[in-house]
């Protein structure tokens, strides 16, 4: 899940804005206390994910895909003074940890948590979404464009986590496990769609950004 190399990352990470102090302590309590913490966003991809909402402004952010909350809280420092970010995560034990950092940042009234389904969630979530954060199971990535394309606002974003997969999205189609397969098909399907213009950038497992017109 990391391609730079680890002097250049450490590099990239000082040359770039400071994490709060409540993402810090996040940072540490996944690493100790959680399973695959490597799933966290991290420092760099954080701050970059920051930037793009301080961007954007959004009143509306969906992000499907929870894990720990790191990246919801980046999310929501960019959103407008009237702004809501939606965190969609169906694993039922993490919501008491998530729910602890978002109150430590003083977000509780700008962060929504959903414990369902985000297929289920998607529909009941008023449009038009501004910033979609898409970082969950794999092989419902196509799924989750298709409920939110026609929701997301021209200029608005959908910004697809792990699209290089550590690589083997390179491998032969024959060699491809099921997530590596579904990840390529999302971003050869976001490159087709005439809706939306695309850039795949190769920060840490690669994110692919997406502009709809």
């Known amino acids: 899940m990391q391609f730079i190399d680890p002097a250049l990352d450490a590099y990239c990470e000082t040359h770039s804005g400071e994490e709060p102090w409540y993402l ?6 996944t690493h100790e206390k959680v399973h695959m913490p490597m ?6 991809q954080g701050r970059f994910l920051s930037m793009l909402s301080h961007l954007v402004q959004p009143r509306t952010i969906v992000e499907i895909g929870t894990f720990t909350g790191y990246s919801a809280l980046c999310l929501a420092e960019g959103l407008a003074p009237d702004g809501m970010l939606h965190t969609i995560d169906i694993d039922p034990y993490l ?4 729910h602890r950092y978002i109150e430590k940042a003083g977000m509780l009234d ?22 979609v954060f898409i970082d969950a199971d794999k092989q419902n990535y196509s799924n989750y ?10 200029g608005g974003l959908i910004v697809a986590d792990n699209v290089l997969w550590s690589g083997k999205v390179l491998l032969p189609k024959a060699e491809q496990d099921e997530a590596t397969a579904a990840l390529a098909a999302y971003s050869r ?15 840490r497992d690669g994110v692919l950004i997406c502009r709809k017109k």
Do not use: C, W
């Open 110 to 131: 700008r962060i929504t948590m959903y414990h369902r389904s985000a297929l289920e969630v998607i529909p009941t979530i008023p449009a038009p979404f501004d910033l």
């Open 145 to 154: 464009f298709d409920a939110v394309i026609d929701k997301v606002r021209p």
């Open 95 to 98: 919501p008491e940890m998530v």
């Open 24 to 29: 810090k302590e996040l940072t540490a309590e």
């Open 189 to 203: 399907k976001v490159n087709e769609d005439p809706r939306v213009e695309q850039v795949m950038v190769p920060i």
């Open 39 to 44: 799933m966290i966003s991290g420092h760099l």
